[in-house]
C-alpha cells in the first residue's frame, strides 16, 4: 500500500511564482544538470544550484523531490537554498528521462522506492555523493531534506549511515520497515508534521520516536494545529477535509525552522 510519502500533488508553474526569491536575489544563481550513476550504474539525471558569488567552500544541502520526481518546484526550493549560502543538489531518485505524468503512476513509482530501501538508499546516495565532491562545497558540513517522498528518503538516507549533520523531513512518511536502523543515524533529525496528518499513522510516529530514541539520537518532532499532508504545496489547495491541503502559516514557520536547524548544525 502507498502510504503517506507518495500523496503529493503535481505542482504547476504558477506555484514558482508564488515562492519568496526576488529576481535580484536569483541573479548569480546557477543551474547546473549533473548526469551521475548509482552503485548499479543506473543513471540519474540531478541539479546542482549554487550562487557563484560566494566565494569558497560551504555547506551542502540534498533536496529530494516528492512523487512527482525532479520538478519546477524541486528545483525551485534548490535555489532558496543557494540564495541562502549553500550549494543545493536535486536528487534525481526515479532515473534520467523517467518522470510521472499523473498521480498514479507517480503513486506507482514512488511505491516502488518504498518497498525496496536499499535502491532508495542508493539512489539517494548517488545524489550525496555528487554534492559531497563538488569543489564549492565543505563534505564536512552535508545536510539532506525532501517532501512528501522526499522526505521519507531524507530519514532512510540518514537510516543508512551517511554522513549527514541533519536531515529535514517536510511532511514525510515516518514507517521504517528496518526498525533498529535508528543507530546508524550521524547527524540531527527535524521532522516537520501536520498534527490532522491522516496518512502518516499513529503507530509509525511511535515506531520512529521509539527507534530514535532507543539509539540516542538528536531528534525533533513539530506537529502543526489544523494541519494536514502536504501543508507546503499551494497547489494542494485549502480544503482539509481532503486530508492534503496547503497551509501558509505552518508553512512558513516549517521553513523557519528549517533555516534555525542548518544555523545549529552548521555552526562551527
Known sequence: MVTSAVRCPHLSLAVILLTS????????IKSEKVEHRDAAGAVL????VYDDAVKGARPG???????????????????????????AFAADIYGKGTRPRDAKEASTFAGKYKGDRKLLRSRAQAGLDVLAKNKNVDAKKLAAIGFCFGGTTAIELARSGALLRGVVSFH???????????????????????????YVPAADIAAFKKDLNDAMVDWTMTEYAGTVHSFTIPSAGNDNSKGAAYNERSSKRAFAA???????IFAG
Do not use: Q
Not at 544541502?61 to 550549494?87: C, F, P, Q, S
Not at 528549517?258 to 545549529?264: I, L, R
Open 21 to 28: 526569491l526576488s529576481a535580484p536575489a536569483l541573479a548569480a
Open 258 to 264: 528549517m533555516k534555525a536547524f542548518f544555523d545549529e
Open 45 to 48: 539525471e540531478g541539479v546542482l
Open 172 to 198: 514525510g512518511g515516518l514507517d521504517a520497515p528496518t526498525p533498529g536502523d535508528g543507530k546508524n543515524i550521524k547527524g540531527k533529525v527535524l521532522v516537520l508534521h501536520g498534527a490532522d496528518d491522516p
Open 61 to 87: 544541502v540534498l533536496v529530494v523531490h516528492d512523487w512527482m520526481g525532479v520538478t519546477e518546484i524541486t528545483e525551485t526550493r534548490a535555489k532558496e537554498l543557494a540564495a541562502m549560502g549553500y550549494v
